[in-house]
């Protein structure tokens, strides 16, 4: 018997409106109960529940569930097979790879209703596929997690981690390269702690940490400056 072959499905012809100004991109597979921003890409079988809040300019990959009381900011990619639950929030420009399992409830068991927890994903951190991420948590803004990464404990902006569970392995940039010890500047001592400055080997921006506290030379000059005279 001869295999019948069916024509793969197109995104519509023309985007659909789900606002009084929003023009979105939606699978006919898709089921999208809440309004998106404008420019929003959403793919087959993901679904979008009414009272999820989803940004402008965002790529929804196929079987992504977003529950109701979910946000997802603006210039978001989550990639295929991502569930995004209640009081899970994702601020603008995050990076969310395959698999990636959210929770929201720290102690589970059914039958009980229990308050559903934070989580906040700051502006440009990345998460790595197949990487857990328990409740609760503050994954801070650049911060880079590994793949198959379990997170039990908030993470410090601009930070590399992974493992199970997850360690720091060292620092990344705004563009995701991991930073290098920049050899040509001395560490100096602020306030009786030592500072070391690193630099991305792809964009050359400069950082350097104070405090435990990474910071980009770019953004806060004038307060590397007042450091450097303490």
């Known amino acids: 018997m001869e295999k019948e072959y069916y024509p793969r499905q197109r995104l519509i012809d023309e985007p659909r409106s789900y606002g009084p100004i929003s023009i979105v991109s939606v699978h006919p597979l898709a089921v999208v109960e809440s309004v998106i921003g404008d420019k929003t890409r959403v793919w087959a079988w993901a679904h979008i529940m009414e009272g999820a809040e989803v940004g402008k300019n965002c790529n929804i990959g196929e079987h992504v569930f977003i529950e109701k009381g979910a946000a997802v900011g603006d210039n978001c990619i989550l990639k295929n097979g991502v569930c995004v639950w209640e ?3 994702l601020e603008n420009n995050v990076f969310i790879a395959s698999g990636v399992v959210f929770t929201n409830e720290k102690y589970t068991r059914s ?3 229990r308050e559903h927890l934070v989580t906040r994903i700051r502006k440009g951190a990345t998460i790595g596929a197949g990487s857990v991420i328990l409740p609760g948590l503050e994954i801070g803004e650049y911060a880079t997690i590994g793949a198959g990464s379990v997170v039990t404990k908030s993470v410090r902006p ?4 992974y493992g199970n569970p997850t360690e720091q392995h060292g620092w990344v940039c705004k563009c995701g390269v991991v930073l290098l010890i920049n050899d040509l500047e001395k560490p ?3 306030k009786g702690e030592y500072a070391s400055f690193y630099i991305c080997p792809e964009c050359q921006k400069q950082y350097e940490t104070i405090f435990d506290k990474m910071v980009c030379l770019l953004d806060d000059p004038d307060i ?3 450091e450097r005279k303490l």
């Open 87 to 89: 009081n899970i929030i």
């Open 188 to 190: 100096y001592k602020a």
């Open 224 to 226: 590397i400056l007042v």
């Open 158 to 161: 601009y930070a590399l981690v």
């Open 111 to 113: 039958g009980y209703r």
